[in-house]
C-alpha cells in the first residue's frame, strides 16, 4: 500500500513484527547453508572440502550483478503496488523451489556431477533469493525515517533473523534424523523447508507500505552510480566494518559443525551451543536497543565486536576436557556482542542513504542495499572458500579421526582468524562520520527541500 510522506514515524508493533518474518525466511535459508550445507555436502553427499568451498563461491561469481542491479531495478520499478513490495509475491516460490532442490540427493553421481549440479542450483538460488531479500531491505529507510525508529525496526529484524537462524541450527538436523536420516533425510527436510520459506511473504507485501515522495528516477547511468558509491565516504567507511565483521560470523559459522565434531568430539553440543547462543543475541537486543538511544551506533559497534571477540577466546582456549557450562558461559558472551556488531551495520545504511540524497539528490536505497548485500555475499563465500580449501589441504578426511594439524586447523579457522577480522572490523569503525547529530542535520535540510519541492 502507498503511504504519504506525512505517515508517522513511529510503526506499530504488529508492522515491526510481521516485517521481521522476511529476514526470519532469509536467515534461516543463508544459515543453514552456512552452518550445515558444507557438512552435507562433505559428510552426506561425500564431496571433497576443497570442492564443498567452492559451491558457494560459484554462485556467488555467478550472482555477482544480480544484488546492485535488483536494486537498481526496484529503484526504478514503477508499479501500482509499489517499488519494492511487488517483488515479494515475484520472488517467493522460486525462492523456495529452489531451496529445496539445494538438499536433494545426489550422493550416487561421480563427483565432476555432484559439483556441477550444487553448484549450479546454488547459484539459480541466490538469484531468487536477492529478487525477495534486496527490495525488502531497501524499505527500511522508507518504513522509518529517523535516526531511532531504523534502529527500533532492525532490532525487529535481527530478532526475526536470530529465530531463522535458530531453526536452521536445532531443528534442521533432528528432523533430519526423524525422517530416516541419510541423504534422504536431508532431502525430506529440504522440501519441508522451502514450503515454510514462501509462507510469510504474502502478508508482507499486505502488511508494508511505500511512502509518497520517496519514488525518484535515477538520472545517472548505473555504473555511474556504483561510482558515486565507492566514492561516497560513510558507505565505504560502513562497508569495510560490515564486510570484515560478515567475514568473521561467515567463517565461524561454516567451521562450528566441524570444531564440535571433530576437535571438542561432542558433535551433540553443536544444537545447545549454538541454540544458546541465539538466544543471548535475541535477548541483547532489547539493551543495545535502549542504549542505542544514548550512545551513537559507532559506539555500539565497537562495544559489541569486542564482547564478541571475547568469546572467540572462549573457542581458542576450549579444550575437550572442558565443562560443558565453560563452552555455554562463552557462547552467551560472544551472543551479547554479535547482536550489536551484526544489527547496527543496517541501521546505520539508511543514514549513508539519506546523507547520499542530501549531498547528490538522488534516492537509490535499492542500489545501496544491493550493494551491500553482493559484498557481504561475496565476502563470506570467499572466506568459506578460502577456509574449507584450507580444510583441504591440511588433511581433512570426512568421518574419519583428524591429524594435528587438521585439528589445528579447525581451531585457528574457528576463533583465530574470525576473531581478527572483528577487530580489524572495529578500526574501521572509529573513521565511520556520520553521527546522530549529524544525521538530525541532513534530515532538517531534506524536510525543507521536499516542502520547497512539493510547493513548487
Not at 206 to 215: D, K
Not at 387 to 392: A, F, H, K, P, T
Not at 407 to 435: C, E, K, N
Request: charged share 15%; hydrophobic share 50%.
Amino acid at each position: 500500500m502507498d503511504a504519504p510522506s506525512g505517515r508517522s514515524d513511529v510503526l506499530p508493533i504488529r508492522m515491526k513484527l510481521i516485517y521481521a518474518l522476511g529476514d526470519h525466511t532469509v536467515n534461516l535459508a543463508l544459515s543453514s547453508l552456512l552452518f550445515l550445507y558444507p557438512f552435507f555436502l562433505t559428510d552426506v553427499i561425500g564431496l571433497r572440502a576443497g570442492l564443498a568451498g567452492l559451491v558457494p563461491l560459484v554462485g556467488r561469481a555467478v550472482d555477482a550483478f544480480s544484488d546492485p542491479l535488483m536494486g537498481r531495478l526496484s529503484d526504478a520499478t514503477r508499479l501500482r503496488a509499489g517499488r519494492r513490495r511487488p517483488y515479494f509475491l515475484i520472488g517467493m516460490l522460486p525462492f523456495g523451489v529452489l531451496y529445496a532442490a539445494l538438499w536433494a540427493d545426489r550422493s550416487g553421481a561421480g563427483e565432476a556431477a555432484q559439483f556441477a549440479y550444487y553448484a549450479g542450483v546454488y547459484a539459480v538460488f541466490v538469484v531468487a533469493m536477492t529478487v525477495l531479500s534486496v527490495p525488502y531491505l531497501a524499505l527500511i529507510p522508507e518504513l522509518a525515517p529517523s535516526y531511532q525508529e531504523r534502529t527500533s525496526v532492525n532490532v525487529f529484524r535481527a530478532a526475526g533473523a536470530i529465530c531463522g537462524t535458530l531453526v536452521a541450527a536445532t531443528a534442521m538436523r533432528p528432523l533430519v534424523e526423524l525422517f530416516g536420516g541419510g541423504p534422504r533425510g536431508w532431502a525430506s527436510v529440504g522440501l519441508a523447508a522451502g514450503l515454510y520459506l514462501v509462507l510469510p511473504w504474502p502478508f508482507l507485501f499486505r502488511s508494508t507500505f511505500e511512502r509518497g515522495g520517496y519514488s525518484r528516477p535515477s538520472q545517472q547511468p548505473f555504473f555511474a552510480s556504483l561510482l558515486a558509491l565507492a566514492r561516497h565516504p560513510a558507505y565505504r567507511s560502513l562497508t569495510g566494518l560490515f564486510l570484515l565483521g560478515r567475514i568473521a560470523i561467515d567463517l565461524a559459522s561454516t567451521m562450528f559443525l566441524y570444531y564440535f565434531t571433530y576437535w571438542l568430539a561432542r558433535p551433540e553440543d553443536f544444537g545447545p551451543t549454538l541454540g544458546l547462543f541465539l538466544l543471548s543475541v535475541v535477548a541483547a537486543l532489547p539493551l543495545w536497543l535502549r542504549i542505542s538511544r544514548h550512545v551513537d551506533k559507532r559506539t555500539i559497534f565497537l562495544l559489541g565486536a569486542a564482547s564478541w571477540v571475547g568469546s572467540q577466546s572462549f573457542l581458542l582456549a576450549a579444550t575437550p576436557e572442558w565443562p560443558r557450562l565453560w563452552i555455554f558461559v562463552g557462547a552467551a558472551i560472544g551472543g551479547v556482542g554479535y547482536a550489536a556488531a551484526d544489527m547496527i551495520p543496517w541501521s546505520m545504511l539508511g543514514e549513508v542513504v539519506d546523507e547520499d540524497e542530501f549531498t547528490t539528490g538522488e534516492r537509490r536505497e535499492g542500489l545501496y542495499f544491493g550493494l551491500f548485500t553482493f559484498l557481504r555475499k561475496l565476502g563470506g563465500a570467499s572466506a568459506v572458500a578460502i577456509g574449507l580449501g584450507v580444510l583441504d589441504l591440511s588433511g581433512f578426511v570426512a568421518n574419519q579421526p583428524q591429524s594435528e594439524t587438521t585439528l589445528t586447523t579447525i581451531r585457528a579457522l574457528t576463533a583465530v582468524v574470525p576473531a581478527v577480522f572483528v577487530v580489524l572490523g572495529a578500526w574501521v569503525a572509529r573513521g565511520y562520520p556520520l553521527t546522530r547529530a549529524r544525521h538530525a542535520e541532513i534530515l532538517a535540510a531534506l524536510a525543507v527541500r521536499r516542502a520547497a519541492g512539493a510547493r513548487g
